[in-house]
Every structure is written in structure tokens, then in C-alpha cells.
């Protein structure tokens, strides 16, 4: 967790995803920029395999704000979302042409928390300072 001189933002990483990056990018490229809810949805709606770890990971990092900090959910947002390349392992077989490959990756979420403007409903505003 890092606090930011304008507005907390909210950091949670996962380690040693069993995914490619190219098929967890294709997710986390939807959910950038969204809201905490709007990417829950998206995440759940959508079908790949890669949706889960990361739907499991905003909720963490969720989870981390309202606990840590008692920051409201509903106002959080995806500010930060990557995935970076780990190791490659690959598993040969006796038999030929009996090759596995295995990724390995990592995840990182960051939330930042918005103060919402309540004359506005759906709009976000200025972060809170603190």
C-alpha cells in the first residue's frame, strides 16, 4: 500500500500467475481506467480463463482499502494495471514433439480512491486530499 500525497492509492500484486502475459493483457486492457464495480462486472461477464485471478485480485486490493485505510469501495477506481513477463519453464517428455510450456507472471493492480461530486451522479472528480 502506497499513500500518495493527493490521494491513497491502493497497490496488490500476484505473484507466479499460471497464464500467458498476452492472454491476462487482453483482460486487464477492459478494465483499466474503470471503476471498482464496472470492472467486477466486466470481469465477470467476460469468458477467458484469465478473469478469475483477476477479478480475485481487485477484490483484494479492495478488501486492503476499506480495511487499511476505511476507504469506501464504491469510490475507488483502476488507476494502474500491468502485467509483466516472468520465467518460461518448459517440461520435456521421452516421447518427441511432447513439449509443455508454462508461464509464469505478474500482476499488479493499483486503486486510487476518488471523492465523488454529489451535485454530478456518475462523474468523477478531483482525488481527496489528505
Request: aromatic residues 6%; positive net charge; glycine residues 2%.
Amino acid at each position: 500500500m502506497k499513500k500518495n500525497s493527493s490521494s491513497p492509492e491502493i497497490r496488490a500484486l500476484a505473484k507466479h500467475m499460471h497464464m500467458s502475459a498476452h492472454r491476462a493483457r487482453r483482460v486487464i486492457n477492459q478494465i483499466r481506467g474503470r471503476s471498482y464495480e464496472q470492472a467486477l462486472m466486466i470481469l465477470e461477464l467476460m469468458p477467458y480463463r484469465a478473469c478469475y485471478p483477476i477479478f480475485q485480485l481487485i477484490h483484494s486490493a479492495a478488501a486492503n482499502a476499506n480495511h487499511n485505510m476505511g476507504l469506501n469501495k464504491a469510490n475507488l477506481f483502476v488507476s494502474r494495471a500491468e502485467v509483466n513477463e516472468g520465467a518460461v519453464l518448459k517440461d520435456f517428455n521421452l516421447e518427441p514433439k511432447d513439449v509443455v510450456i508454462r508461464y509464469k507472471n505478474l500482476l499488479v493492480i493499483s486503486l486510487l480512491y476518488w471523492k465523488k461530486d454529489p451535485s454530478r451522479s456518475n462523474s468523477l472528480i478531483m482525488p481527496i486530499e489528505s
